[in-house]
């Protein structure tokens, strides 16, 4: 079993629309957990981190987090074109420390 | 956050020779990393430079392809040594965040192409 996992899509949403976006990892005593967001030809950009269950609003993105459930996702409201991109899950391997493992990523695409 | 620069940008090299990658930051940090990208693929971690102290290697990469110097807070190298076309990949490093938090924000990468 993969660490990290993603759907690797493409996911396709139409300009407007909230788009979904799920991560599940399989080791539970990872505590931190971040989205990436990576332009082709880019290196990734961080979006968001959350650390605790529940959600965490920041603008157009949500992040939620279920410990139990090990699962991570991010919401994108209001979806535009210059979000199309590959959004990389990552957790940090340890409790306090920052040896990430980084799912193999979900590739949007926002549709005008 | 914090602004890092990575050279060379890119490269062409033969198979068999060896570059190193330059990674500086604008301020001091603790935590500087190593990943490789291989082509379409997601980020692998290579190894935590350590100052003043030998990296600390993630399993499948060793020092004596990957060496690694970390001189200072602010300033990192990474040797591919003795490369082979599977060594084509993008390099990128990534450094802590302050105050304590655990996120990593990343150079603008190495682009490598080996022949």
């Known amino acids: 079993q993969k660490e990290v996992e993603q759907n690797s899509g493409p996911l396709s949403v139409p300009e407007g629309a909230i788009a979904s976006l799920n991560c599940t990892y399989s080791?539970?005593?990872?505590?931190?957990f971040f989205w990436y967001r990576q332009y082709s030809g880019k290196s990734p950009e961080l979006i968001m981190s959350i650390y605790s269950n529940g959600d965490k609003e920041d603008g157009r993105f949500t992040a939620q987090l279920n410990k139990a459930s090990q699962y991570v996702s991010l919401l994108i409201r209001d979806s535009q074109p210059s979000d199309s991109a590959t959004y990389l899950c990552?957790?940090?391997?340890?409790?306090?420390?920052?040896?990430?493992?980084f799912g193999p990523g979900t590739r949007l695409s926002v549709l005008p | 956050s914090a602004v890092i620069s990575q050279k060379p940008s890119r490269d062409i090299c033969q198979r068999g020779t060896s570059l190193t990658i330059q990674c500086q930051v604008d301020?001091?940090?603790?935590?500087m990393f190593w990943y490789r990208q291989q082509p379409g693929q997601s980020l692998t971690l290579i190894a935590t430079?350590?100052?003043?102290?030998?990296?600390?290697?993630e399993s499948g990469f060793v020092i004596d392809k990957f060496p690694i110097s970390r001189p200072n807070l602010t300033f990192s190298t990474l040797t591919v040594s003795n490369m082979s076309p599977e060594d084509s990949s993008i390099y990128l490093c990534s450094v802590g965040g302050p105050g304590g938090l655990n996120e990593q924000f990343f150079g603008p990468g190495t682009r490598l192409t080996v022949l």
């Open positions: 080791d539970r005593v990872s505590q931190s």
């Open positions: 990552a957790v940090a391997r340890t409790q306090y420390g920052q040896n990430f493992v």
């Open positions: 301020s001091q940090v603790t935590m």
């Open positions: 430079a350590n100052q003043g102290s030998e990296a600390t290697y």
